[in-house]
């Protein structure tokens, strides 16, 4: 079977040997999640003025040690607030619950979104977010229970309100609905994204004559880790040890897999896959292990591309619950043509380098590779995830690391942070909506 090459790692730049491996040839960087538009209208009426910009950090007047990086780094982010992170102007998709799931696909296509608040129309509240998280549950939904002919038409009819179903009926936790006001210290808004595992959390405040909620914007690991790119060059530069080094990611160690009589994997830790696993094995990598993505490797571990959740969108959005049991490889050919192409970083790059990649272009991932000059360059080593760099940065006085932590303990510590900060409502988690753990989207 012919498979799309990854051609020859391309550095970025002489001085850093983090790689673009394009999938297929130099296409456009994906589009920005938010386009520069004006206030969405479910803003009007938030309190929040702008205050005059200062968001660059002043230069350094010495050189700092890796450590005082990091320490400067989260004294940057206690300064800064969540709200600070967005340009002046800004536009927000936000999606009526009463909203066909379709009409939602199409709507977050247009716009080159991958996730969006929902509102509840009845009740005038922000009702979570509309995630590919969602999409991968419907997928299994209809796995488990219809058949792949009636999906398509039943896609059609279903709306946004009836997520919350399908996942009582894939016994699937519902996504806790947590919400930060934008005004909230940056830092703390990224221990809550490191807590709850979740990738992004809305901005949410309230309306100043009628006390209603207000939605103001989603605030994204990637927006974060950009901020920060963008604007602490002077203490980024110093963040110069190894990712490896740092423990950043997850990298192969078949030694450490205390089953692998069972579960055999010669990636372990690691969720991979090959050109000819299905689309819906993969999908199901995903849900289980609450993965974004998996690498797709070769019978020698060389890395051919990468399957991601974002991936899934546009099978379902092409009515193709059938190409659920296509090849990867095959399902790669029909990837929008503007895929970036898979970033990838050798173990001992520094988080420095990756700043400055982060800087200049659109990353969620990177996959760890050999280097050139390794025995077996471009053969899988680890990957790393925006969720390991924000950990890396943000410390580890977070208790709740590692995947699939239980639902309990997430809500207990939740609802801790929500007594420490009693009296102060900036941190509005939503009553008795925190049932469950996990990853709360996609
Ligand atoms: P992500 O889903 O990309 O936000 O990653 C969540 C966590 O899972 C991070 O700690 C990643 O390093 C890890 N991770 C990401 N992809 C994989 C994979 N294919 N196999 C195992 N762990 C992964």
Redesign the pocket.
């Known amino acids: 079977m012919s498979q799309p090459p990854i051609s020859q790692p391309i550095p970025i730049s002489p001085s850093v040997s983090l790689n673009r491996q394009p999938s297929t040839s130099n296409r456009p960087i994906r589009r920005p999640s938010i386009q520069g538009s004006s206030y969405g209208t479910a803003a009007t009426g938030s309190s929040i003025v702008r205050r005059p910009s200062r968001a660059q950090h002043p230069p350094m007047q010495r050189a700092l040690t890796h450590n005082e990086a990091l320490e400067a780094l989260r004294n940057f982010l206690k300064e800064r607030s969540s709200y600070d992170v967005f340009p002046v102007s800004f536009r927000l998709i936000v999606l009526d619950t009463q909203l066909k799931v379709k009409k939602a696909l199409d709507v977050m296509l247009l716009y080159g979104v991958v996730s969006a608040p929902l509102w509840n129309t009845a009740t005038a509240k922000f009702a979570g977010m509309f995630t590919v998280q969602d999409v991968i549950h419907l997928i299994q939904y209809y796995y488990h229970t219809s058949s792949w002919e009636g999906a398509t038409t039943d896609v059609e009819q279903f709306r946004l309100h009836s997520i919350r179903d399908i996942e009582k009926a894939l016994v699937v936790p519902p996504p806790p609905l947590l919400s930060v006001h934008p005004l909230r210290p940056l830092y703390d808004a990224c221990r809550y994204l490191i807590r709850t595992h979740a990738?992004r959390l809305p901005l949410i405040d309230r309306d100043t004559q009628t006390g209603g909620e207000v939605v103001i914007s989603v605030l994204t690991q990637y927006r974060v880790l950009k901020f920060i790119a963008m604007n602490c060059r002077d203490i980024t530069q110093y963040l110069t040890a190894s990712v490896q080094e740092m423990g950043i990611?997850?990298y192969v160690s078949p030694e450490s897999n205390p089953d692998p009589t069972n579960n055999p994997n010669k990636y372990y830790?690691?969720?991979?896959a090959t050109m000819q696993t299905t689309v819906f094995d993969v999908v199901h990598m995903f849900s289980e292990?609450?993965?974004?993505?998996?690498?797709i490797v070769d019978s020698e571990g060389k890395v051919l591309n990468l399957y991601e959740t974002v991936d899934v969108i546009t099978l379902v959005r092409n009515g193709a619950y059938t190409s659920l049991d296509l090849t990867i490889s095959q399902a790669l050919k029909q990837r929008a043509v503007d895929f970036p192409g898979v970033v990838t970083c050798s173990p001992k790059d520094s988080l420095s380098a990756i700043f400055s990649l982060i800087k200049i272009r659109r990353v969620h991932?990177l996959v760890v590779v050999q280097g050139r000059d390794d025995p077996n360059p471009g053969k899988l080593v680890g990957?790393?995830?925006?969720?390991?760099i924000m950990r890396a940065l943000i410390g580890h006085d977070v208790p709740l690391g590692g995947?699939g932590v239980g639902a309990e303990v997430v809500d207990k510590a939740l609802r801790e942070e929500e007594a420490e900060t009693a009296g102060d409502d900036s941190f509005a988690l939503s009553e008795g909506s925190i049932s469950a753990g996990q990853s709360l989207d996609g």
């Open positions: 990738r990611g997850n830790p690691l969720a991979t292990q609450g993965i974004s993505a998996v690498p991932r990957i790393i995830s925006l969720s390991d995947a």
